[in-house]
């Protein structure tokens, strides 16, 4: 089935090569940083985790697309998504590939990456998420490749396929947990201490996963002979309204608990995002952008007429999807390290190197996606 | 090489074989490990803390002097970076309201105003560093000492983050070129890309000596000592001064106390 990949438009040539160059230069700076050390970034001693790992965790819950619609197909016969779940799935294995790229480039010492094999610690969160994530990895590539051949050759998919479908949908809510629980079991971090990051790192993902897969389902759509159908697009844009709501909703519930009950180290996180703390505040127009994009989103998701409308739609899920971004892949980690354990604001920028590395993540990741959506178009054009 | 059954079903016998006399070759090359002695003069402990005696330690002056942080620096090879952002350090000074954060009042800061007071790895009884790193890179020994393997450390930073006490540096960069000071070459010196901190001098004590902050403090501000043994003079210090630590509510249990 990958030789459908090899044959193509000049268009599609034209987007691989595109990627390829961004890959290229990611690649090259990613060498500068590996001769260089980790000094080439924006990181500190104070801020040890910045754009790398903040990007790792917004992209575990883009990775949410595949179980927001295979759930609904497998578990509530929802018959509409049956024509998409490959793209869930192949969004979700292109997502997770993004995820284990950033946390490589993040390391100190890739060339002992296998350590956490040869030494494995149950008692790390990190070795779990290292299972969590590259068994979904697994589960998706699996069970995407074999569903996409068995409808190429017109038959049903191998019966062993059905265990791997069923475990891949309580798989999915694990990748979100066991990242958050990186976060949330850390003493002294108080905008992360909060027994309600598991649920908002799950809300959150099944907003900006199935929002994406949306814009690309259009995107497919309009380059190919295949239609994803309005059905689909219709009852995942559904499922991106309550997600966003409850997004935002447990955003309010951490302002309330930190102000309501006005406890300083409570306060501080959100103090330096919103408004700046003691002077400082890189964040803040990033923030308040986060805000303006998700009361964006939320009004055209909620009134009937913007959500069926394509249009609009589309407005909508790139709001919600950059809104995500801000407060996922931007704020929610460097916020944690500020202030720092010495009741300092030490503020982070990433650097150009680490942009230019960031940026080559995101092509490679595209490049994934855009080889296995090209495959499974193809399939789904012959079949048609 | 004409290959069949038989020689498949002949090799897979060897290999077999092979990979059960594993065991074998392990259990004997067990048996002839020579068995280290532990030097004589080392100073054995159950549970090793450190009580800070702040009035002691301003008594020469009030800014507080080096000689702690010099001793201990030139002894680890600890590199001077130059910058804040990437400072590496394992013992140093802060102000009180950085170092105990939330115990502050406004009155109580102007008595102790730009004083400085000793910051350090606490070698805390529950250490989140621990627990949180992916290798067992950091461990703690059975002595309480929580000490690092800097071959086995992978960079991910996650005891950083785990760290409530900021005591932990990571190597942005090549350390070796910004050891100024003389290099001791009895202390390994570190590679780009891990994480480093205090370790109680465990490396002295295996030889009977205190840790060097200890010994090269000339006013005897620095107290070291064995907690499970009732007649140290940790305990003592601590039967008879009233003392607190840092950030005693996260449950970490740090043993570093301090007299202020």
Known sequence: ?384 | MESNRRSFLKVSGICALGLGALPVADALAKAALPNFLANPKELAGKKWAMVVDMKKCWEKSEKGCHDCINACHVFHNVPDIGTVKEEVKWIWQEHYENTFPGQTNEFNVENIKDKPFMNLCNHCTNPPCVRVCPTKATFKRADGIVMMDYHRCIGCRFCMAGCPYGSRSFNFRDPRPYIKTELNPTFPTRERGVVEKCNFCAERLAEGLMPSCVESCKNGALAFGDLEDPKSTVRKLLASHYTIVRKPELGTGPNVYYII
């Open chain 1, 1 to 384: 089935m990958l030789e459908r990949a090899l044959t193509g438009s000049q268009r599609y040539y034209r987007w691989l090569m595109f990627l390829l160059v961004f890959v290229g230069m990611g690649f090259a700076a990613y060498l500068y940083q590996l001769s260089n050390g980790l000094t080439v970034t924006g990181m500190s001693r104070d801020v040890s985790w910045g754009f790398y790992i903040a990007q790792f965790t917004f992209f575990v819950g883009v990775a949410a697309s595949a179980v927001m619609v295979v759930l609904p197909y497998y578990l509530h016969n929802v018959k509409v998504f049956g024509r998409i779940t490959i793209l869930g799935e192949f969004l979700a294995v292109a997502s997770v590939t993004i995820c284990l790229l950033f946390i490589i480039v993040d390391l100190g010492k890739p060339m002992r990456l296998m350590n956490v094999l040869l030494y494995p610690t149950p008692n790390s969160i990190l070795f779990w998420d290292m299972i969590v994530l590259n068994g979904y990895l697994f589960l998706n590539i699996v069970i995407g490749w074999n569903v996409l051949e068995a409808e190429r050759k017109g038959v049903h998919y191998p019966s062993w396929v059905k265990p791997l479908i069923y475990t891949s949908i309580p798989w999915a809510v694990s990748i979100h947990t066991v990242t958050a629980f990186l976060y949330a079991g850390l003493p002294g971090r108080h905008y992360w201490l909060t027994a309600i990051m598991a649920a908002r790192f799950l809300a959150s993902a099944f907003a900006s996963g199935p929002s994406l897969l949306i814009l690309l389902a259009f995107i497919v759509k309009k380059y190919s002979k295949f239609d994803p159908g309005k059905e689909a697009i219709d009852k995942l844009s559904q499922i991106v309204t309550y997600a966003m709501l409850i997004s935002i909703f447990f955003v309010g519930l951490e302002f309330f608990t930190a102000f309501y009950s006005n406890i300083p180290s409570h306060k501080h996180a959100l103090q330096y995002l919103f408004v700046g703390l003691e002077g400082h505040g890189k964040l803040v127009p990033f923030m308040w952008a986060f805000v303006i994009l998700a009361i964006a989103a939320v009004a055209l998701l909620l009134n009937p007429k913007t959500r069926n409308d394509e249009k609009t739609l589309k407005i909508a899920c790139v709001c919600v999807f950059f809104s995500m971004w801000l407060e996922k892949g931007l704020g929610l980690v460097v916020a944690g390290f500020i202030p720092n354990p010495f009741d300092q604001v030490r503020e982070y920028a990433p650097s150009i190197p680490e942009l230019t590395i960031a940026f080559g993540v995101w092509a490679t990741g595209m490049l994934v996606l855009t080889i296995l959506y090209k495959v499974a178009v193809s399939v789904k054009e012959e079949v048609a």
